[in-house]
């Protein structure tokens, strides 16, 4: 496919380590000869280019120009964010529990998957990842920056984190005087700007997913089956998994109810003639399948009849051995979830279900190997558009790792720890709950009320002592698969 050479792993370990060493000399010779100043650069952590530039400032000030619209737009968001950091607090509560109590049996991932930089690690592609890195970066930042012009805070400059020409995140400086001395509602405003506005645009490219899935049509009309049961009736027979099974005994296969249509009329025991055509080859072939008997298979994996009567498996039910039976459009279905043209539910249920798919999007990469649809399920796709099933394919993938980063940018930046924007956020609505509770305290006259500045130490070290134990949890829930 057209999109093929965005998914390559450009990078091994060797290359990784000779890189940074190169890039960290490279630093040292631009700051010696003063190439830094003249760029208005600097360096994080001594290996971290910070490039600022003034460029964007006056597209950033002729799109903040509705400052009361704004201004909503960052309540909005501010809700938002309050929202969505529960929900992280309680993904982090739940992680941590989970390692700790339940820790995994299996092999903990290698160490380059923990790290969200393209190329270095394996499920994030260099090509995908860094484009969609840069977008998703500049669009937190114009949030942050356009909340900050619509409360009148003036920008520095904004700016961008680079490891060699690896995007590592970015930055709107804001003048420091000017967002101290901000209400604590227009600073809340404009931390949470920059996470919400992730969420929003990854929520956008999820109905302009959705919109690019209805293009999509089967290219081999035919059911086929991800895994298969080992010494079952398809294993034995021959069937591979992505093979297309085009029709059981002259039966059409084309669609899920079709085929089990046709499967509930057979028996175990039952021989029957499959017309398939090969995943890897295009070939069509007929195979001769011995079914077996579905009722006793899952007496014999451990199910109990009361199971069996609550999944509607008579006794007596044919059994081909197939494994997430699929049409041949799952692979886009997947990615479009309440969005896909073949959703069931209504306008509601998209609605309630569009959060939690955004969230198993995250999980994608992992299962695929880097990739947004598997290879084999791609090569079942076809467009009836004008723009041709390779520039489809290019443009779902690039919608699919923009929401993918977005969503990973927004929630991650939720975690209630400094230098997050969450870790802001959660310092000033401390800050604003000890207000009140001082107000009223002093107007029940329970205490002659707290020193503004005892409020502003006492903010500082929750959110201080929140970050430290919040960093605790994330590492020894990453840490326990490597020490057990």
């Known amino acids: 496919m057209a999109s093929e050479w965005m998914n390559v792993d450009w990078f091994n370990g060797r290359s990784i380590i000779l890189g940074i060493i190169v890039w960290i000399i490279i630093l040292r010779i631009w700051e010696r000869n003063g190439t830094l100043d003249k760029w208005d650069a600097g360096k994080a952590l001594g290996f971290i280019l910070m490039l600022r530039t003034q460029r964007g400032k006056g597209v950033l000030e002729r799109i903040s120009k509705p400052r009361a619209a704004w201004r909503a737009y960052g309540e909005l968001s501010l809700w938002v964010c309050r929202v969505a950091m529960l929900l992280v607090i309680g993904l982090v509560l739940l992680s941590f529990a989970i390692a700790l109590f339940f820790p995994p049996q299996r092999d903990p991932p290698p160490a380059s998957e923990l790290v969200a930089i393209p190329g270095l690690n394996p499920v994030i592609p260099l090509g995908w990842g860094a484009l969609a890195f840069i977008v998703s970066l500049v669009i937190h930042e114009f949030g942050h920056g356009i909340q900050a012009r619509a409360h009148g805070m003036r920008i520095r400059s904004f700016g961008i984190l680079l490891l060699g020409p690896l995007p590592l995140g970015a930055f709107a400086e804001p003048q420091t005087e000017e967002l101290m001395k901000a209400p604590s509602r227009e600073r809340q405003r404009l931390f949470a700007a920059g996470p919400a506005t992730n969420i ?13 899935a209805t293009s999509f049509v089967a290219a081999v009309p035919g059911v086929h089956a991800q895994s298969l049961v080992v010494d079952a009736g398809a294993d034995e027979a021959g069937l591979q998994p992505y093979d297309s099974i085009l029709m059981i005994n002259g039966t059409s296969t084309a669609i899920l109810s079709q085929f089990s249509d046709a499967m509930s009329e057979l028996e175990p025991g039952q021989v029957v003639l499959m017309k398939v055509k090969r995943a890897d080859s295009g070939d069509e072939e007929t195979i001769s399948v011995t079914l077996g ?39 886009i ?15 509601t249920s998209r609605i309630i279900y569009s959060p939690f798919h955004m969230l198993t999007v995250l999980i994608t990469p992992f299962d695929l190997g880097g990739v947004a649809i598997h290879p084999m399920e791609e090569a079942k796709l076809t467009t009836d558009g004008i723009m041709g099933v390779s520039a489809m394919l290019f443009i779902v993938n690039l919608l699919f790792w923009l929401i993918w980063v977005n969503i990973l940018l927004g929630f991650t930046n939720l975690i209630p720890m400094l230098p997050f924007d969450g870790g802001h956020l959660f310092r000033d609505m401390i800050h604003d709950m000890l207000t009140k509770i001082d107000r009223i305290t002093k107007k029940m006259k329970l205490s002659k009320g707290w020193h503004p500045m005892r409020i502003e130490h006492v903010a500082s070290k929750a959110v201080s002592f929140t970050s430290l134990f919040v960093l605790m949890m994330l590492l020894v829930t990453l840490a326990i698969p490597y020490l057990l």
């Open 293 to 331: 008997d579905k009722y006793q298979h899952h007496l014999d994996e451990g199910w109990t009849e009361e199971q069996l009567e609550a999944a509607g498996i008579d006794n007596g039910s044919a059994f081909l051995g197939v494994v997430s039976l699929s049409e041949p459009t799952i692979g």
């Open 200 to 212: 929003f645009a990854a929520l956008i490219c999820l109905l302009i997913l959705g919109l690019s």
């Open 333 to 347: 279905d997947r990615l479009a979830g309440p969005f896909s043209p073949d959703w069931n539910g209504g306008t």
